[in-house]
């Protein structure tokens, strides 16, 4: 694979630690900080919106700019907010306003630094190699981030409120310095791309996407598979304690086990690729995604649903890893910032409108309700673009798909 991925790998997983160890100690802090649960839900937001807000200008820069050095200023900006963050809660200074700006100001910066960081695999690996590749990355994500991360966040947190925020720092420092040793290959027509207003580059990329029918196919899928899976896991916690009385640790259970299936496809991820086409496991793993609304819906225990979540994290890891590699292998090099924004766009708009209609359909119908939703969505949204999966599994790079 090449000693720049394996520094770029060691860079993600070093990463996700500190963003595992923040995703239980940023919520512990905003809690410590008010008793109002709209706050605590918009400290959640803040980290979200901007990728609505800056996406598409993130997407233009890493398609214009050493990506690299992109993603090395947007991670030390990053980790300029997590240290002062450190040092007003060590100082005995930390409430609620400052927390909140916080939050913000490490979405920003996120926003820029995690669409760099997708641009960087396509350009040190062969496309044969890009699922691979893509699985490794997945693999950290669920170790470090959903796994490791949150338990140790939570004791840092109860050893001393700012303890969890210096490890982060030192985490993000420490990806810094991986990524520095990264030698990329130069950007083709970078010249050109520079030369561009900003506004014009993000035109370039939505017209690129519009004629491209299965990168555009593939966006509208993200879009709305997120929206379906959003709207019931917005009230998981609520399904779990109020609809299946699991109580505190059962919730806990039901995500640890999506966690722990897709710790498991890690190791039989590239025997799937070998043995099955791209479009065989998209069209799967879609089918197994419309299922599992339904499966929620019915299901008669904790312990049924603890199972499916164990199976919904296997299907949704070769899901995700597969729908990655087949949009690194369908978009030419210097549409992958733009094109990776878009997608980002897709799944973080997705996922906000789908708490809000989950929130709003469980409030009114009943815990079910989302599940329901979800079945009946996706399921539609399936048999829309059932028969465009093989073309869009099997995609290729062209600067103009209209020609």
């Known amino acids: 694979m090449g000693v720049g991925f394996r520094w770029l790998v060691s860079a993600a997983w070093t990463s996700n630690i500190g963003d595992g160890i923040a995703l ?46 992109l993603m090395i200023v947007a991670n030390l900006l990053r980790a300029a907010v997590v240290g002062a963050l450190t040092v007003v809660i060590a100082t005995g200074h930390v409430n609620i306003t400052l927390v909140l700006a916080a939050m913000l100001l490490m979405g920003v910066a ?31 994500f669920l170790t470090a981030n959903q796994l490791v991360g949150p338990p140790v966040g939570a004791f840092l947190f109860a050893a001393g409120m700012a303890w969890p925020f210096v490890v982060q720092l030192v985490s993000v420092l420490l990806a810094v310095l991986l990524v520095s040793r990264i030698v990329l290959p130069a950007l083709p027509d970078a010249g050109q791309v520079a030369g561009a207003r900003v506004r014009d580059d993000i035109t370039e990329g939505l017209r690129w996407i519009w004629r491209n029918p299965p990168v555009r196919t593939l966006a509208l899928v993200v879009l709305v598979f997120n929206l379906t899976w959003a709207a019931p896991w917005a009230i998981l916690v609520v399904y779990s304690l109020d609809h299946l009385h699991m109580g505190p640790v059962g919730y806990g259970l039901l995500t640890t086990a999506s966690a722990v299936g897709g710790l498991l496809a890690t190791f039989f991820y590239g025997r799937l690729e070998r043995r099955f086409s791209m479009a065989t496991l998209m069209k799967v793993c879609l089918s197994l995604e419309v299922v599992f609304h339904l499966a929620l819906a019915l299901a008669p225990s904790g312990w049924a649903a603890i199972v499916i979540m164990f199976v919904f994290g296997v299907y949704a890891f070769v899901w995700g890893t597969v729908a990655n590699t087949v949009r690194q292998r369908a978009v030419p090099t210097r549409f992958q910032g733009r094109v990776g924004s878009v997608y980002m766009m897709c799944v973080f708009g997705g996922i906000v409108a789908g708490n809000a209609i989950g929130g709003v359909l469980a409030e009114q119908f009943g815990l079910t309700a989302p599940m329901w939703f979800g079945f009946v969505g996706a399921g539609i949204t399936l048999l829309l673009v059932w028969k465009q999966l093989a073309h869009i599994a099997h995609a290729r790079p062209t600067d103009d798909p209209a020609a």
């Open 110 to 140: 996120e926003v820029f630094a995690d669409t760099t960081s997708q641009t960087l695999l396509p350009m040190l690996v062969r496309p044969a190699d890009l699922g691979t590749g893509n699985a490794r990355f997945q693999a950290g």
């Open 24 to 69: 239980a100690a940023g919520p512990l802090l905003v809690a410590s900080q008010t008793d109002s649960a709209f706050l605590v839900a918009l400290a959640a937001m803040l980290q979200r919106l901007p990728w609505l807000v800056f996406g598409l200008w993130a997407g233009v820069l890493a398609d214009r700019l050493d990506r690299r050095r």
